[in-house]
């Protein structure tokens, strides 16, 4: 699933960095852009379903709470850290016409480390006051109600309830108002963005349960209903005569919205367990689960190549062909560099000690009269 959301995000960004104007009148166009609605909450969804399996290993361990929250934190820091190092980097890459505020940015690896940070948070409570066996049952309530909780705050910190007396850097991370006075529906904040994690953390920890474990192709097909009826249940609310809000935007904040992207992240969930388990990711290497496997490394690299002064085809002037050909070269490059990754993950020291090896053995190598040739005496060993 994550490299599922990696290959939606090239083609999203591809698309939507070198395409000409008249291009971008064009119904692929638009589909393509649809289709980009998917890798931030698939991104934020395996999050929480990652932050759910290392939670739950470290709750067999017999950690206490205190434990595990603070390991789990931690890694949520590190990544909101790799996020702000990465808006250093654009910046600096962009020196001369990048404004300053673009260090201030928020982009979805800052929204994923604050996400983990607070289902650590979450999960500490929770674990601190249930320690039986009704723990689980809690943990997924607890997130349940989280994210819709979050998804239903949306709306009113878009627009009535909008934090405004807050600096603008500190707003933004509320409803994403960065610094134009408005939420911008192009960045990443807490609200509705970390909605997805938590529902992420739930579905994580039902299907670690032991009856999920057992039966785990029924959990992951009943995924895949609940998933539909999530969407049906979101369509009859949204054609419901009455508001909840004062302004209602469907497409940005609505709560109706959220539940038809949680519910097509379920649909997805249990299509990627039935391509796993019967389908194409049985038959060999993968490309999507390799490019999931790096998935942080290639979200970093391709952005230059994309949008950056290393891109490798000229912004916002391309047909569609070229662009196709364009994203093609895309993919296999940062195939290629995942693939490189995962090899040489964890093996630094094997690469250095051989080729401080290599270098020893020129270093030392008897020069080449000294190399007895055939039919020479052999030197007299000592």
């Given at each position: 699933?994550?490299?599922?959301?990696?290959?939606?995000?090239?083609?999203?960004?591809?698309?939507?960095?070198?395409?000409?104007?008249?291009?971008?009148?064009?119904?692929?166009?638009?589909?393509?852009?649809?289709?980009?609605?998917f890798?931030?909450?698939?991104?934020?969804?395996?999050?929480?379903?990652?932050f759910?399996?290392?939670?739950?290993?470290?709750?067999?361990?017999?950690?206490?709470?205190?434990?595990?929250?603070?390991?789990?934190?931690?890694?949520?820091?590190?990544?909101?850290?790799?996020?702000?190092?990465?808006?250093?980097?654009?910046?600096?890459i962009?020196?001369?016409?990048?404004?300053?505020?673009?260090?201030l940015?928020?982009?979805?690896?800052?929204?994923?480390?604050?996400?983990?940070?607070?289902?650590?948070?979450?999960?500490?409570?929770?674990?601190s006051?249930?320690?039986?066996?009704?723990?689980?049952?809690?943990?997924?309530?607890?997130?349940?109600?989280?994210?819709?909780?979050?998804?239903?705050?949306?709306?009113?910190?878009?627009?009535?309830?909008?934090?405004?007396?807050?600096?603008?850097?500190?707003?933004?991370?509320?409803?994403?108002?960065?610094?134009?006075?408005?939420?911008?529906?192009?960045?990443?904040?807490?609200?509705?963005?970390?909605?997805?994690?938590?529902a992420?953390?739930?579905?994580?920890?039902?299907?670690?349960?032991?009856?999920?474990?057992?039966?785990?192709?029924?959990?992951?097909?009943?995924?895949?209903?609940?998933?539909?009826?999530?969407?049906?249940?979101?369509?009859?609310?949204?054609?419901?005569?009455e508001?909840?809000?004062?302004?209602?935007?469907?497409?940005?904040?609505?709560?109706?919205?959220?539940?038809?992207?949680?519910?097509?992240?379920?649909?997805?969930?249990?299509?990627?367990?039935?391509?796993?388990?019967?389908?194409?990711g049985?038959?060999?290497?993968?490309?999507?689960?390799?490019?999931?496997?790096?998935?942080l490394?290639?979200?970093?690299?391709?952005?230059?190549?994309?949008?950056?002064?290393?891109?490798?085809?000229?912004?916002?002037?391309?047909?569609?062909?070229?662009?196709?050909?364009?994203?093609?070269?895309?993919?296999?490059?940062m195939?290629?560099?995942?693939?490189?990754?995962?090899?040489?993950?964890?093996?630094?020291?094997?690469?250095?000690?051989?080729?401080?090896?290599?270098?020893?053995?020129?270093?030392?190598?008897?020069?080449?009269?000294?190399?007895?040739?055939?039919?020479?005496?052999p030197?007299?060993?000592?």
């Amino acid at each position: 699933m994550r490299g599922l959301a990696c290959v939606l995000m090239f083609q999203t960004h591809c698309y939507d960095s070198w395409l000409s104007p008249a291009a971008r009148q064009s119904k692929f166009f638009m589909y393509s852009q649809l289709g980009g609605t998917f890798p931030a909450p698939l991104f934020l969804f395996l999050a929480g379903v990652s932050f759910a399996l290392v939670t739950e290993k470290l709750w067999q361990k017999n950690l206490a709470p205190t434990e595990i929250a603070r390991t789990t934190i931690r890694r949520g820091a590190e990544i909101f850290a790799f996020g702000l190092l990465f808006r250093l980097q654009e910046y600096v890459i962009a020196w001369g016409w990048a404004p300053l505020s673009d260090l201030l940015r928020v982009d979805v690896l800052n929204t994923i480390g604050l996400s983990m940070m607070l289902m650590g948070v979450l999960c500490w409570l929770v674990l601190s006051l249930h320690r039986g066996t009704h723990a689980r049952e809690a943990l997924v309530l607890a997130s349940a109600a989280a994210a819709l909780l979050i998804s239903l705050l949306t709306p009113p910190l878009w627009t009535t309830w909008r934090p405004d007396w807050l600096p603008w850097p500190l707003e933004s991370y509320i409803n994403g108002v960065h610094n134009f006075g408005t939420p911008q529906a192009w960045l990443f904040p807490i609200f509705p963005w970390t909605g997805f994690a938590f529902a992420g953390l739930a579905a994580g920890f039902i299907l670690q349960g032991p009856t999920a474990r057992k039966r785990e192709t029924l959990f992951f097909f009943l995924a895949g209903v609940f998933g539909l009826v999530l969407v049906l249940v979101s369509r009859w609310l949204d054609a419901q005569p009455e508001r909840l809000y004062t302004v209602y935007d469907y497409w940005h904040t609505s709560p109706s919205f959220f539940l038809v992207r949680v519910g097509l992240l379920l649909m997805i969930l249990a299509g990627g367990y039935a391509w796993c388990r019967w389908g194409a990711g049985q038959w060999g290497f993968s490309p999507l689960i390799q490019l999931g496997q790096a998935s942080l490394l290639v979200y970093w690299v391709h952005l230059e190549f994309v949008y950056g002064r290393a891109s490798i085809l000229p912004k916002h002037s391309e047909s569609i062909r070229t662009s196709s050909l364009g994203l093609l070269t895309i993919f296999l490059a940062m195939l290629i560099l995942a693939f490189l990754r995962t090899r040489w993950k964890g093996r630094g020291a094997e690469v250095l000690a051989f080729l401080r090896g290599k270098a020893n053995a020129r270093e030392f190598s008897p020069p080449p009269d000294a190399i007895p040739t055939e039919g020479s005496k052999p030197a007299r060993s000592t």
